[in-house]
């Protein structure tokens, strides 16, 4: 039976990996996989690993000398890993989509919460106040969604905006074929989208795909949802963007220094990133720490998959998730 070290463990986790683990003997760690804890994979075969890990050129090379043969990536992003330390040394494997409807339908859940000031509302609410002064929004209906990203989750989050009687216009630089909505340049979806919604993977190419440039060629109160990678946005010019009044709000549960930070309780400490803390201070802002993906239909896909994953590799069959990069 092989055994494999899973990190960064969080009780949601393990209940499908605990339903489904058969062939491999899954020992969990709360630790997150860096330089500092692989030490931890000696004596096994393979480890499950996570979008916050930092599997760097250190991290790399102590776990090809401790003999790992494969890396599950338990999620689709791999922005963390150092392939040019690994080299064809070390397949890894991904879980490519695990549910595309849980991440739509968390970013137009922002949308609204945002739009309809349902935070706020609650809040008051809860005090016994009852005044819907200033809670006022607007309706969907005929507004301009900006979709940057066309595959499954955006192509989601497309028909949830047309059901809401929205008009589409959406950018990808890998167009699918024959699609039911518009595509357009980035700066006709700046000038023209009321809201603009990120569905696009972190590569060097988009990274701070909205920046303060981008966010001067936008409409005034223009609304930024991004559920993707939080590197897509640059986060001081957001942050200036919102404080201007040139942003009405922004739905965030990705941050570009989430690393640190997201997964875990802070609430009795002092965070040192004035960032962050500000963006969380602003009551245009709803953040939310990286949870679109926490369904239960995902996380058993999640599991299936990573299992499949591992399951295909030591049994030397086809790898149809390694992430192959040339």
């Known amino acids: 039976m092989k055994r494999t070290a899973f990190f960064d463990t969080k009780p949601y986790d ?28 000696k004596d096994f075969d393979a480890v499950i690993a996570f979008v916050n890990d930092n599997i760097d050129y250190d991290t790399v090379q102590k776990l090809i000398e401790y003999n790992i043969k494969a890396i599950a990536m338990r999620c689709s992003g791999y922005n963390n890993i150092d392939f040019r330390a690994i080299g064809n040394k070390i397949p890894v494997l991904r879980v490519p989509v695990y549910s595309p409807y849980a991440v739509a339908e968390h970013a137009m859940a ?41 595959g499954q ?38 000038r023209k989208s009321d809201i603009i919604s990120l569905h696009c993977p972190l590569t060097s190419d988009s990274r701070h795909i909205l920046n303060s440039d981008s966010f001067s ?18 986060s001081e010019s957001l942050l200036d963007a919102l404080k201007s009044g040139k942003i009405a709000g922004a739905g965030l549960d990705v941050y570009e220094e989430e690393s640190e930070l997201f997964f875990e309780d802070y609430s009795s400490r002092i965070i040192d990133d004035d960032i962050l803390s500000l963006l969380v201070s602003l009551p245009n802002v709803i953040i939310t720490s990286h949870q679109a ?11 299936e998959i990573t299992i499949g994953n591992l399951n295909d590799f030591f049994a030397g069959r086809p790898l149809k998730n390694q992430i192959n990069i040339s």
Not at 114 to 136: D, M
Not at 225 to 231: E, F, H, L, V
Not at 293 to 303: G, M, P, R, S
């Open 14 to 41: 393990r209940i499908w990996f605990d339903k489904l683990e058969k062939d491999f003997e899954i020992t969990y760690f709360k630790d997150k996989l860096n330089s500092d804890t692989a030490v931890l994979c």
């Open 110 to 150: 922002l949308f609204l919460c945002l739009n309809r000031k349902i935070n706020k509302a609650y809040n008051r609410t809860r005090e016994f106040n009852f005044s819907i002064n200033g809670l006022q929004g607007f309706d969907l209906n005929g507004k301009t969604a900006g979709i940057i990203g066309t």
């Open 153 to 190: 989750i955006g192509r989601i989050f497309i028909k949830i905006c047309k059901g809401f009687g929205m008009n589409v216009i959406a950018y990808d630089p890998f167009p699918i074929k024959n699609p039911d909505f518009e595509y357009t340049d980035l700066d006709t979806l700046y």
């Open 217 to 234: 060629k936008m409409k005034d109160s223009v609304y930024i949802i991004n559920t993707s990678r939080g590197g897509l946005i640059e």
């Open 293 to 303: 993906f926490l369904t239960d239909e995902a996380l058993k896909n999640i599991a």
